[in-house]
């Protein structure tokens, strides 16, 4: 096997388990939601984030209003802003981990089949 067919093999194996994956994300995606829609899903979990970040913007202000013994109204506006953003981020991060969770789980799934199938191609058994 020349350098071009050994490249040309990989790089179709690669796309096969690239398209595995997505097919096993598609599926656990759907086997999760069943009826509701992902953009339902993730304004829910947006709204149940929303006292994490309120908390987090709270505190980033006062952390950066107390900060170096200097009180600047626009240090502590900026540490609230990035306190907020951070709290809401790991919120809906933390309100979304069973979907993360089912469609990691598919994927990997789907990708650990088509290395098998992958993996008999090149080495196949016979049982004679």
Known sequence: MNVMEWS?????????LVDSAMEGARTG????????????????????ALPSAAIGACLGGLGGYLANGR????????????GGAVAFG??????SR???????????????????????EKN???YA
Do not use: M
């Not at 009180?71 to 900026?78: C, E, N, Q």
């Open 29 to 48: 995606e759907g086997e999760f939601l069943r009826e509701e829609s992902l953009g339902s899903f993730l304004g829910e979990s947006a709204r149940q």
């Open 90 to 95: 790991i919120g809906v991060i933390w309100e």
């Open 71 to 82: 009180r600047s109204k626009t240090r502590a506006l900026v540490c609230g802003l990035l």
């Open 124 to 126: 196949p058994i016979d």
């Open 8 to 16: 040309k093999s990989n790089v179709d194996y690669g796309r096969k």
């Open 98 to 120: 069973q979907l993360t969770a089912t469609v990691a789980s598919n994927s990997w799934k789907r990708v650990s089949k088509t290395r098998d199938e992958h993996w008999l």
